[in-house]
Structure formats: C-alpha cells, structure tokens
C-alpha cells in the first residue's frame, strides 16, 4: 500500500489480492452435554433422601431422589392386603363349601329320582295312593331345583372371586405406580451435573431438582438473530471460540435448526456438533461463534473501505470505476468483475 500527500487529502492507494474470503454470520451461545435435560418431580412433596451426587454417572431408571410419601405406602400396604385377602387360593374354602352342597344336592336328586321311578311302579300295580305319588314328584322336582342352585351358586361365587382377586391386584399396581411417582429416576444414561436441591427441601413439579446430560459428547447451542437466520443451513461449518481457550478456534458443523422463533429474543436456536474440540468441556460455557454462510478460496479482494456505495472503486484521484462485489466481510470484500489484480485503487480520507 503507497501513502500520498496532498494539500487537502490524504491518499491510500492498494491493488486487489488474492486470498479467502468467507461470508460469515455471528451467533453467541453456550456448551450443552448432548440430550443434556433438566430432572423434574412427578409430584410436589418434601425430598426425604438423595441418592446421588455432582458428578455421579447414573443409568436409565436410577433412582436420584425420594419424595415423602407416608400416605402412598400405606395405600399399598393395604392394597397388598386386599389382595392378599382376594386370593383364589386364601378363599379355596369358601369354593370347597360350595361344592360340597353341589354333591349334598346331586345325592338328594339321585334318591329322590328312585324314589320317584318307585313309587311310579308300585301306583302301576295299583299299590299306593295318588297323594303318595305327587308328593314324590314334587319332592324330586324340589331336589333338580336345589341342585341347579348349588350349581348356579358355585359359579357366582367362583366369578366373584376371581373377579375381587384381579380387581385387588389392579389396584395394587395402581398403588404402586402411584408410590413409583415418590421416586424420581434419571430418564435416560448420563452424567449428573448439578442438583439443584437439598434433603428437606420442597420438591415442585414446576422447578427441576437436577441437571443431567451426555458424559461425554458435547453441542455447541446458538442463538441465531431471525435477521440472518434465512442464510443459516444444516451442514454449515462454524469458528467456534471460547474464553476458556483464549486465541484458539474450534471447528464445528451445524446439525440442527429449530424451526420456532423465540418471540422475546426475535432469534432461533441453532445446535452444531464439534469437529474439532478442546479436551476438557463442561456445560454452560459461553461460546461466540461465526457460522461460515459462503467461502471462496481464490477472491480477488479489496479492503470494504476502499469501496464507494459497494459498487464503485476510485482507479484514479477522480475517476471511479463500477464493479461487481460478491462476497463480504467486515474487512474485505470479494470483486467478481472490474478488476484485476494489476489495477491500483484510490482511498481518500478527509
């Protein structure tokens, strides 16, 4: 770059370079453990245990907490006692009894059944009377209903036991399912990163209780401004810097765009995965990050001041040429037609 004196200008003059150019769009956001997730109660109640620790590794289902809940344990003891008390085989006999008047009735049946045909022979031979008879009919008659009850009460009472018994042991999964909900469990592997309560304290549904993610597989999560966020696309490579690593950059792609705006912040999260990352990562450290919307290895450039209005360059102290710009940053910018590298252009500065 030449410097000329004049009397009531300075001139800068430069030629065009060749060298990469990328167009890039700045997005602040945070470290987030992968399938990273707040843990939250089922039910409001005091936490009477805590089972685990900052750091602790915890599997799908672990046990982390458990809420107070003397009234759910006593509704299952006392389903396990209806259903104790429910059981075919507690109840066998009641349905022993039952078949026993079965065969006490069939018995009756079967000798009134003789005594009947007999008494039938003996009327043929004009032995007895016709009161005898009907008396004989009516009491077999008497005997086949007696008999179809104990059947018919067998199987009622049958029913009814097997029907109290399955109702008992739904209700005890129910008490149970509803004492589960005392426990709160880890929903998935990972690595418990803070706990957010103490043992006494209150446990709402509405606040979480711990912070558990990914041990070790890192996103970087961005907030995009809905200015720019139509130049942003999966696939994207992004420059990721970190104040825990000062003068170092990181390479990163983006993975995934969430499609609904924040309406306060007017911007969207955008989540990017590391290509390359530092060793040591932990969850909520600040990251800015300039996501590489276009890149061109080989640009003719020039610097963005030496522009006039973005589409005319000074080539002399007063003659202005019209070129054709593509891509920029807040330094440079690339010239597509115009130009070439042998060219010498003017910058005045009052």
Known sequence: MMLLASCAKDIETTHPQIERISELVYAAG????????????????????????????????????????????????????????????????KL????????????????????????????????????ELEQRELAYKNAVTNYELALLNYRDLERDLVFSYEQSKTNLKISESLGNDYFIRAESDGKVYKVLRERGEFASTLSPVAIIGNADD??????????????????????????????????????????????????????????????????NLSVEANIVVRSNQKALTIPRSYLI?????????????????????????EILSGLTEADLIYKISP
Request: aromatic letters at 4%; hydrophobic letters at 40%; a positive charge.
């Open 309 to 333: 209005g973005d589409s005319l360059v000074m080539v002399g102290k007063h003659e202005t040429r019209k070129v054709a710009v593509g891509i920029m940053d807040y330094r440079k910018a």
């Open 218 to 283: 890192f996103i970087i999560e961005l907030n995009v401004d809905e200015y720019d966020i139509s130049r942003v696309h999966v696939d994207q490579e992004i420059l990721v810097s970190m104040d825990s690593y000062k003068g170092q950059v990181f390479k990163g792609r983006i993975e995934i765009i969430e499609p609904l705006m924040d309406e306060q912040s007017r911007s969207f999260i955008v989540r990017a995965a590391f290509i390359d990352r530092p060793k040591e990562l932990y969850p």
């Open 96 to 131: 022993k009894e039952a078949r026993v008047s079965i065969e006490l009735a069939h018995a009756k049946l079967r000798d009134d059944s003789l005594l009947l045909v007999r008494q039938r022979n003996l009327k043929s031979k004009g032995v007895g009377t016709l009161v």
């Open 30 to 93: 945070t470290i987030k453990s992968r399938d990273q997730y707040q843990v939250h109660s089922t039910v409001n109640g005091v936490i009477n245990d805590i089972k685990v620790t900052e750091g602790d590794l915890v599997k799908k289902g672990e046990v982390l907490m458990v809420v107070r809940n003397e009234p759910s344990q006593l509704n299952v003891q006392n389903a396990k006692l209806a259903a104790a008390h429910a059981d075919i085989k507690a109840n066998s006999s």
